[in-house]
């Protein structure tokens, strides 16, 4: 017969809090056991290992006796944050916590195999805990590797297209690769802040080694050379092939406001023309310097 | 608080803190008039670095202080727009194309100087 | 012996934060965006994302000093299936426009509600929309998404 299920009945946390906590060596011993033989964290040492392992347990049982959900999860996150560089995955994290859930709960039937309403009012107490601290370790773990992941990725994203200090005053932007608008955002981004930091005046965006651009991204370059001029700075645009160049007038993007220059070298050239020109005219201040 | 404006040789240099408020435009605007007839200032640079919103009033009131002050023979630079600002205006839609536009108070000066130089020129032709 | 799980703990999907500023004056107008920035700062927005935020809010908050004198901004934190961003609801209970369509057309660049203000705010935001009663008020909410890539 069954005893009557009571969810929430916790009256039995703290006998069973200190039954684990007396037990702590034992199991954290049996537990580690079980870890090295379903060859999980085979990414770290036996010591880490250990180490882990005891502030982990620690961790465990303190929750299931406070209930506290804010600390596992900062203590969640801090562990994540850990273990994620050290190559440890997913279905790790989840495959330890669930053992440790089962080490516990071993422990328990043990202890009150004779009595078997109380082994149900203690498991009643023990089982909604655990499946939290499950879930909430989880889902932190997860959480933390989506946002590496999409920190590792805006990197790429801005190694893939370096802003380049050419001269002083001038940066050249070569741009390689198919261009979506979020590329393209994160390119307006990283070169007005390029221009800010190398006081540039003339840029030069080379997008020789781009296949195609449509509408969207063509407007977006539009707008990369306006924001350039509020910020001081000529832009040149060099490499529009003649295929770009009658997709953009047919499409009806506004091409007067770039400046157009057949190749990157060609750029560089007139753009350090127009600043030889500006130092030229500082150093002599005679009209004959005028071309 | 009205805008501070610095004389800085022939130049005045008047630095944009926070928002303005319609009345607070307006009062720039005439002191700076003023200055330019006592200082028979050429030129002037607004300096708007602290500003971390430009929208479509505040893009209104410089264009209308620079047109002002241009009548009154001194020609304006705006300097210090943000990255992410200058980015926001493109994106809105305010251009700027008729305001001259430097990346700071040294840049500001340089282009100045080149304003004035060339314009000397010109008017001795 | 069977075990359920109860369910994901209440933080998982925390409750969205909410500010109401009420304007009515120029420096309601930058109370208004700064509290849009700071918001858009602690859901993880970039700075570029925020100050599109910001200059989007500036627009209606002026908008309504201008046109109609007083109203309401409504600022909240909001989630979708994981995606963060900030939703912002301006209200008024000025005399309303007639036609919203015209209203958020480019090139409008007269003067009165019709100016350049709505069709770029539109534009700095992912999410759009304005309704509007002649005699009643106009109400206009958008929205702006956290994009990837951000820790």
Request: charged share 25%; aromatic share 4%; glycine share 8%.
């Amino acid at each position: 017969m069954q005893a009557p299920r009571t969810e929430g009945d916790d009256s039995c946390l703290p006998e069973l809090v200190s039954h684990l906590r007396d037990n702590r060596t034992g199991l954290r011993e049996e537990w580690a056991q079980r870890i090295t033989d379903a060859h999980l964290l085979s990414a770290m040492s036996e010591e880490e290992i250990f180490s882990e392992v005891t502030s982990v347990f620690d961790k465990y049982v303190d929750t299931l006796e406070t209930g506290s959900v804010e600390s596992l999860q900062e203590y969640a996150e801090d562990l994540s944050e850990r273990i994620i560089p050290r190559g440890v995955e997913t279905h790790e994290v989840l495959g330890i916590v669930l053992l440790l859930r089962d080490v516990l709960a071993r422990s328990l039937f043990q202890k009150y195999q004779e009595d078997f309403e109380l082994l149900n009012r203690v498991l009643d107490a023990y089982e909604p805990a655990a499946n939290r601290i499950a879930v909430i370790v989880g889902v932190s773990f997860v959480q933390e590797r989506e946002r590496v992941i999409g920190q590792q990725q805006a990197t790429i994203r801005e190694l893939s297209t370096p802003v380049l200090q050419v001269r002083e005053r001038l940066l050249a932007l070569p741009i390689i690769g198919e261009l979506d608008s979020q590329r393209a955002a994160q390119l307006t981004d990283q070169l007005l802040n390029a221009v800010r930091s190398n006081r540039a005046r003339v840029v030069v965006i080379d997008i020789t080694g781009v296949p195609s651009i449509d509408k969207n991204v063509a407007n977006h370059l539009v707008q990369t050379v306006r924001a350039c001029r509020l910020m001081g700075a000529a832009v040149l645009v060099t490499g529009l092939s003649s295929d770009i160049a009658r997709t953009l007038v047919t499409l009806g993007v506004d091409l007067s406001m770039m400046d157009t220059v057949g190749d990157l070298q060609g750029g560089i050239e007139e753009a350090e023309h127009l600043l030889g020109y500006e130092v030229r005219k500082a150093q002599a201040a005679s009209p004959e310097d005028k071309r | 608080m009205p805008v501070p404006i610095l004389k800085q040789g022939h130049y005045l240099v008047a630095s944009i803190q926070d928002a303005l408020s319609d009345g607070e435009v307006l009062e720039l605007q005439e002191n700076l008039l003023k200055q330019i007839g006592d200082f028979r200032a050429r030129g002037i640079i607004v300096d708007v670095t602290a500003m971390d919103v430009i929208d479509s009033f505040a893009s209104r009131s410089l264009r209308t202080v620079a047109l002002t002050t241009r009548l009154r023979g001194a020609e304006m630079v705006i300097v210090g727009i943000q990255p992410d600002v200058a980015s926001a205006m493109v994106q809105f839609g305010l251009l700027m194309d008729d305001i001259n536009t430097a990346l700071n108070l040294e840049e500001g000066l340089e282009f100045l100087d080149r304003w004035t130089a060339e314009r000397a020129d010109a008017d001795g032709g | 012996m069977s075990f359920w799980i109860v369910g994901p703990p209440k933080e998982q999907t925390p409750m969205g934060d909410e500010v109401l500023v009420a304007i009515s004056s120029d420096m309601d107008v930058v109370r208004a965006r700064q509290t849009g920035r700071s918001m858009a700062t602690q859901v993880g927005l970039s700075r570029s994302e925020a100050t599109l935020l910001a200059t989007a809010i500036s627009e209606v908050a002026r908008n309504i000093v201008e046109y109609v004198g007083e109203g309401q901004i409504l600022l909240c934190t909001v989630n979708l299936n994981g995606m963060e961003g900030i939703k912002v609801v301006a209200t008024d209970s000025g005399p309303g426009i007639e036609n919203v369509a015209t209203a958020l057309q480019d090139g409008e660049s007269s003067g009165g509600r019709l100016g350049l203000g709505l069709p770029g705010a539109r534009r700095l935001m992912d999410e759009f929309h304005m309704v509007s009663k002649v005699g009643e008020g106009t109400t206009v909410t958008m929205t702006k998404w956290k994009g990837p890539g951000r820790g």
